[in-house]
Nanobody, 117 residues
Framework: QVQLVESGGGLVQAGGSLRLSCAVSISYFSRYSLGWYRQAPGKQRELVAEIGAFGNTNYADSVKGRFTISRDNAKSTMYLQMNNLKPEDTAVYFC???????????WGQGTQVTVSS
């Protein structure tokens, strides 16, 4: 059974930093694409950042230059380093794992990030 366990969310003041982690229990972790999504109240879930099996990355325009996604294949864990946080970054953040060769995808339970002004 695939499990994704997120941690690292919390309350931070604007301009501060947080680091989210997502530990993934899945075979052949290194082959999967990974991503972070977020959903603010009353809004649709949106892509924040993604990283492919070869380390290629993609970011939403709103977080470029502030957030960094990374992966540690030895630990089957993905990370999202968030710097210079803004109140508009407040949302529930979800990690996602998916296989580019098929349709399987898996989600974490979500972790709350709140940025106060």
């Amino acid at each position: 059974q695939v499990q994704l366990v997120e941690s690292g969310g919390g309350l931070v003041q604007a301009g501060g930093s947080l680091r989210l982690s997502c530990a993934v229990s899945i075979s052949y972790f290194s082959r999967y694409s990974l991503g972070w999504y977020r959903q603010a109240p009353g809004k649709q879930r949106e892509l924040v950042a993604e990283i492919g099996a070869f380390g290629n990355t993609n970011y939403a325009d709103s977080v470029k230059g502030r957030f960094t996604i990374s992966r540690d294949n030895a630990k089957s864990t993905m990370y999202l380093q968030m710097n210079n946080l803004k109140p508009e970054d407040t949302a529930v953040y979800f990690c996602k794992v998916w296989a580019t060769w098929g349709t399987n995808n898996y989600w974490g339970q979500g972790t709350q990030v709140t940025v106060s002004s």
